[in-house]
T-cell receptor, first 113, second 114 residues
Framework: QQPVQSPQAVILREGEDAVINCSSS?????VHWYRQKHGEAPVFLMI?????EQKGHEKISASFNEKKQQSSLYLTASQLSYSGTYFC??????????????FGQGTILTVHP | DTGVSQNPRHKITKRGQNVTFRCDPI?????LYWYRQTLGQGPEFLTY????????KSRLLSDRFSAERPKGSFSTLEIQRTEQGDSAMYLC????????????FGNGTRLTVT
């Protein structure tokens, strides 16, 4: 079952912060975050594992609440280059952990000067 | 690391025709995945290879779809008797064998069925 992302869209001015949430109805083993710009491939941002957290970028961080099956992506001091669609991809607990991800519907982030 | 390469970038075909897409993963990556993405949606899992073995295929994938990775390097995805509902972006991704590795996506092949 597809994880649910919120909000669906965010509009920011440069320097503002944003939070994107990802919720699943299933027990999760890992949560991946990707950013996709129009016409381009999704680009990996970071991965969060059950029992731990891995940070991928300086001004972009994330948390993983295992009990609530939720993850949040935090973007601080946003830059124009942050614009794009953000996807969370989840891997269910109890699986074989080979990287099969179920992606959310995406959150469109637009940063204006 | 030259990245994941997919060809062609765009394909326009008429309903009923067969199409084949190619994916060249990052050379040292053993895992290869095919995903499909429609407008406004996240990528949807189609199938997964570990080396040359196809280990999982989505239940959503009809018998018209077939994928191969004959020598554990490049992969092909074939769609037979295409339908308008097959129009989408087909993404290939690869990753190393080690668990918890990120997926490296190619730029995709955009299929339009007229």
């Amino acid at each position: 079952q597809q994880p649910v992302q919120s909000p669906q869209a965010v509009i920011l001015r440069e320097g503002e912060d944003a939070v994107i949430n990802c919720s699943s109805s299933k027990a999760l083993y890992s949560v991946h975050w990707y950013r996709q710009k129009h016409g381009e491939a999704p680009v990996f941002l970071m991965i969060l594992l059950k029992g731990g957290e891995q940070k991928g970028h300086e001004k972009i961080s994330a948390s993983f609440n295992e009990k609530k099956q939720q993850s949040s992506l935090y973007l601080t001091a946003s830059q124009l280059s942050y614009s794009g669609t953000y996807f969370c991809g989840t891997e269910n607990a109890g699986g074989t952990s080979y990287g099969k991800l179920t992606f959310g519907q995406g959150t469109i982030l637009t940063v204006h000067p | 690391d030259t990245g994941v390469s997919q060809n062609p970038r765009h394909k326009i075909t008429k309903r009923g025709q067969n199409v084949t897409f190619r994916c060249d993963p990052i050379s040292e990556h053993n895992r290869l995945y095919w995903y499909r993405q429609t407008l406004g949606q996240g990528p949807e899992f189609l199938t997964y290879f570990q080396n040359e073995a196809q280990l999982e295929k989505s239940r959503l994938l009809s018998d018209r779809f077939s994928a191969e990775r004959p020598k554990g390097s490049f992969s092909t995805l074939e769609i037979q008797r295409t339908e308008q509902g097959d129009s989408a972006m087909y993404l290939c991704a690869s990753s190393p064998t080690q668990g918890n590795s990120p997926l490296h996506f190619g730029n995709g092949t955009r299929l339009t069925v007229t």
